[in-house]
């Protein structure tokens, strides 16, 4: 069946440092892809999208890259701030419905 | 983006009783949608509010337990119906733009059965 999946479900990274989570998906037909931040008590936020004509965009401190061969996403926070502290899920958009991913919970370490 | 609010922010309800969830947004949308986010979990998609028709429902949903209206283009509800303390969730709606594929959330209802 289809999935969109996450290898490490936390990480921990020092003040400052950078961030990589990752996110695999099987379904190849998928073109959309969406990268959301949640933090606690709160509905998930966007961050960055891409979509599967493209292998990378940046956004302010963040990079979503697409590699489509192997079917993997991954979503780069540089320089990480405690404010960045949250759970971070890729979603899949198809047919104008999202499918998540199981998440990741991102702790920064001052 | 749109600005998204839910009501209620959370309520506390005992076993076979239903509560309504609000949802509704400062402009019109073509899309809205309502997922579950069990604890500690990601989300799941109910169904898709469909502006003027029955909503759309996933697999492993159904009407009679979550009756969804959407009478405009700024407002859906969602109903729990007859609850069990396995419906303790997250309760989200989200916006989209047809053929954008990017959804928007809001801050979600935090349900807890009893």
């Known amino acids: 069946g289809e999935s969109v999946g996450l290898h490490l479900p936390t990480l921990s990274v020092q003040e400052g440092d950078n961030s990589i989570i990752n996110c695999a998906y099987s379904?190849?037909?998928?073109?959309?892809f969406i990268w959301y931040k949640q933090e606690s008590g709160k509905g998930p936020q966007f961050i960055i999208d891409?979509?599967?004509?493209?292998d990378k965009r940046q956004g302010q401190r963040v990079t979503v890259l697409l590699n489509k061969t192997v079917k993997h996403l991954s979503l780069q926070i540089a320089a990480t701030q405690p404010g960045d502290s949250a759970v971070y899920f890729c979603?899949?958009?198809?047919?104008?419905?999202?499918?998540f991913g199981t998440g990741t919970r991102l702790t920064i370490i001052p | 983006s749109a600005v998204i609010s839910q009501k209620p922010s959370r309520d506390i309800c005992q076993r076979g009783t239903s509560l309504t969830i609000q949802c509704q947004v400062d402009?019109?949308?073509?899309?809205m949608f309502w997922y579950r986010q069990q604890p500690g979990q990601s989300l799941t998609l109910i169904a898709t509010?469909?502006?003027?028709?029955?909503?759309?429902?996933e697999s492993g949903f159904v009407i009679d337990k979550f009756p969804i209206s959407r009478p405009n283009l700024t407002f859906s509800t969602l109903t729990v119906s007859n609850m069990s303390p396995e419906d303790s969730s997250i309760y989200l709606c989200?916006?989209?733009?047809?053929?954008?594929?990017?959804?928007?959330f809001g801050p979600g209802t935090r349900l807890t059965v009893l």
């Open positions: 989200s916006v989209g733009v047809a053929g954008q594929g990017t959804q928007y």
């Open positions: 379904n190849s037909a998928s073109d959309y």
């Open positions: 891409i979509r599967s004509n493209m």
């Open positions: 979603a899949e958009s198809r047919n104008e419905k999202l499918t």
């Open positions: 402009s019109q949308v073509t899309m």
């Open positions: 509010a469909n502006q003027g028709s029955e909503a759309t429902y």
